[in-house]
């Protein structure tokens, strides 16, 4: 039997998984919501393919589900799928107002990077053209006009009230706190490693962190 050859990237991944699970997974249309633990599922379903690893298979994971398109499918009431398409639980309201947070920000960051781009752009022209004109000096765009930047304050995660995670908590969909960056975000757990906990965020990306970052959700 010729042997499988390995997945390189997340961009191979992801066509896998939309072949394997396509009333899952989707790259072309609209985005279906994913059962929380849907990684958990997928290295059950996946054990022993040699194509794939689970870093990889994780990393995937989380490229789809910070997509534009994902995050635009978190909606409250609709139902999260598993591998086969079957609805489950549906979209929380908590859920949804923090993927359109998440959508918000990513699209309002990409417009600033694209306009700056084409500030640059016009600049390095306009520069170009000065220097050309005969007995003209040229001068280089002001540092206070490449600096300008919008800082807008980041949406604030809902709050939830906590308390220290034991080992007894330490269980495949318990409600967590996780601090990411400064910032504590509500999660589950969909994976407890000797390397790690995976958990994943209420906007369906999973990451791994280590005890000391999370907190029980009450």
């Not at 997509?67 to 086969?84: E, H, M, P, Q, T």
């Not at 309002?108 to 003209?136: D, F, H, M, T, V």
């Not at 906007?203 to 999370?214: D, E, I, R």
């Amino acid at each position: 039997m010729e042997e499988q050859q390995k997945l390189a990237n997340s961009k191979e991944v992801l066509a896998f998984l939309v072949k394997e699970f396509p009333k899952c997974f989707s790259l072309e249309g609209e985005a279906k919501p994913l059962k929380i633990g849907i990684f958990h599922d997928l290295s059950q379903r996946l054990e022993g393919d040699a194509r794939l690893s689970k870093r990889l298979l994780r990393m995937s994971l989380r490229h789809y589900t910070s997509s534009w398109k994902y995050l635009a499918s978190i909606k409250a009431g609709a139902f999260r799928v598993d591998l086969d398409g079957v609805d489950g639980d549906a979209v929380e309201l908590e859920h949804a107002e923090h993927a359109a947070a998440q959508l918000k920000e990513s699209k309002s960051k990409a417009a600033e990077k694209r306009q700056e781009l084409k500030k640059q752009s016009q600049e390095k022209k306009s520069y170009k053209n000065r220097a050309n004109i005969p007995g003209k000096s040229s001068t280089k765009p002001s540092s206070k006009d490449k600096l300008r930047a919008d800082k807008r304050p980041k949406p604030a995660a809902p709050k939830v009230k906590v308390r220290e995670l034991l080992e007894d908590d330490l269980k495949v969909g318990v409600l967590v706190s996780v601090k990411v960056g400064s910032t504590p975000m509500p999660a589950t757990i969909t994976e407890v490693a000797k390397d790690g906990i995976h958990v994943q965020l209420n906007s369906g990306m999973t990451v791994k962190v280590q005890k000391a970052q999370l907190r029980l959700a009450l």
